[in-house]
């Protein structure tokens, strides 16, 4: 796709091409121009500072991105430091056979073995750069996130006796130690400002409220810097698009989007976003910089562009979008107009978390055929995505008053669970909840055919009893006999009012998956041209594991630098990692 195209859905401009860089009067060049400056854009300043390269990083708003703005959670295994310091036993290849099983070939063995291989010394080199990764606490039972007092946990399906019986369980979920008074996101900081700081500390030269427009190539393609345009650093613009933008921020995260009161904070952020456009429309300036050795498109994912969420995976539309306000795509766009190819640009993870309560997995969860659709213990991320490709992605969450009131016992006051997901679970509770004396009755409350849900939940009963086996491998000790009246049940579809569904997109360029260099159709690859995380296929472009993106912000940002840093040496680049 290209700008004009009816589905662009992009301000990205056609690049501009030139004969001859020196035709072009430049107002700045670096070795390594960074586009995008959160989890995959930090990892690669790093490592290429690391390495003396002059890099500029550029970002639209204060950098950081969805991966300083998310629940602090870190991909990491095969016999980690933060593993062996816990007593937790992993080995690389055990990493592998699991996330084989979840990966399906989006990225080849190879890449996978060494992001697995490598994943030991990559916590080494979090560290080393300040990272804040703690020991403290492992969460050894399955749940959507841990409580704050633990630090390691199971982020995904390793628990699941169908996936434990291929590949040896262990924890893997790295959580950041830092605090949010109590809130379950704005803990990625805990790894993205070390280095941050770590990077400008060694000559990272780094530009907020700045958004790449355009690249620049040769006429053989070849990329050779961008176009940006710019709010003048330390201006008037630049102090009011700021408060502007962490005014809305604090509003957007104010009162889940759940509560109906958010409906009004909301309505206020969107005032003051519109505020910030307008400071962009009259006072940026627009800049060229030269890329001598490459541009790195790290601009996240598309989840906030709407008509490209529409376009490329409209079973998503109607999800709650999650992710930060520079999710618009425009880094995909920019691969795209330079003959970029994309992949997996229909994958989108939603997270239909329904742990905690401990107790509501241990129901059933039906589509609108009243039939079930999957292990209801899997992973939020697994079920969300069964949800969405249920019938109209409708899907309900059945529990007898036994489990009901369970539920309610385990996320009241005084249980460790994190506030928003008790708010969560007791919103449902009350808000949510159709109930009545038999599978007939709730059946025809909720429009489902009552004999197709009679006989799913005697069906299901027989196997909690251990009569049958269950037809999706759920074991006795992972269920309840639906037997207690009144039924009950919870909406937990894609557009549910009470239970949305947050969301974000996994696709992106397809790139070189020894380097990083972006990929054309043909599969040869664009001179000068990288992509790093989101805005990359990559590790977690098949299903979202909670840290498995931002584990792959930091291998794939990483092995882009080291492209960049062999391309200046004139080398090829190194197959694998350095250490810490």
Known sequence: MQPGDPHWASPVEQPRIITDERSLDWDDSADLVIVGFGGAGVAAAVEAVDSGLDVLAVDRYEGGGSSAANGGVFYAG??????????????????????????????????????????????????????????????????????????LYHPDNSLV?????????AARGHRTAVSNHGKAWGLGVGIWQPLAEAARSRGLRSEKYTECRQLIVDTAGRVLGAKVLGIPAGSAAARRFARCIRRANRLLELIPPVIPLAAVTIALARRYLAAAARIEATQRVTRHIRARHGVLLSAGGFILNTAMVEHYAPLYRRGLPNGTLGDTGSGIRLGESAGGAVGSMDRVTGWCMINPPAAWPRGIVVDRNGQRIIHEGVYGSTLGDAVAHSPGGVAFLILDEALYREGRRQVSPGHEYVKYQRQVAHL?????????????????????????????????????????????????????????????AIDI??????FPMPMLTLGGLRVDEDN????????????????????????????????????????????????????????????????G
Not at 130 to 146: I, N
Request: glycine share 8%.
């Open 516 to 579: 990083g260099q972006v990929l054309r159709e043909d599969g040869s690859t664009i001179g000068g041209l990288y992509a790093a995380g989101r805005t990359a296929v990559g590790i977690c472009s098949n299903v979202y594991m909670s840290g498995l993106a931002y584990a792959d912000c930091v291998f794939s940002g990483r092995r882009a630098a080291r492209a960049v840093v062999a391309a200046k040496l004139g080398a090829a680049a190194p197959p694998a990692a350095a250490g």
């Open 161 to 169: 006796p169908a996936y434990a019986a291929q590949a040896r369980p």
């Open 78 to 151: 095969g016999g980690t430091r933060i593993q062996r310091e816990a007593g937790v036993q992993d080995t690389p290849e055990d990493m592998f056979r699991y996330l084989r099983l979840e990966t399906r070939g989006v990225v080849s063995d190879r890449t996978l073995r060494r992001f697995c291989e490598e994943s030991p010394a990559t916590v080494d080199w979090l560290l080393a750069h300040g990272a804040r990764l703690s020991s403290s606490g492992v969460f050894t039972r399955k749940v959507s996130y841990p409580p704050l007092k633990y630090h």
């Open 428 to 488: 449902n509770m009350l808000m949510n909840r159709r109930s009545a004396p038999t599978p007939q009755a709730l059946a025809q409350q909720l429009g489902i055919d009552p004999a197709a849900l009679t006989a799913t939940i005697d069906t299901y009963n027989r196997a909690a009893r251990g009569e049958i086996p269950d037809a999706f491998g759920k074991v006795p000790d992972e269920m309840s006999p639906l037997a207690k009246a009144p039924l009950h």
């Open 493 to 498: 579809s894609v557009h549910s009012r009470y």
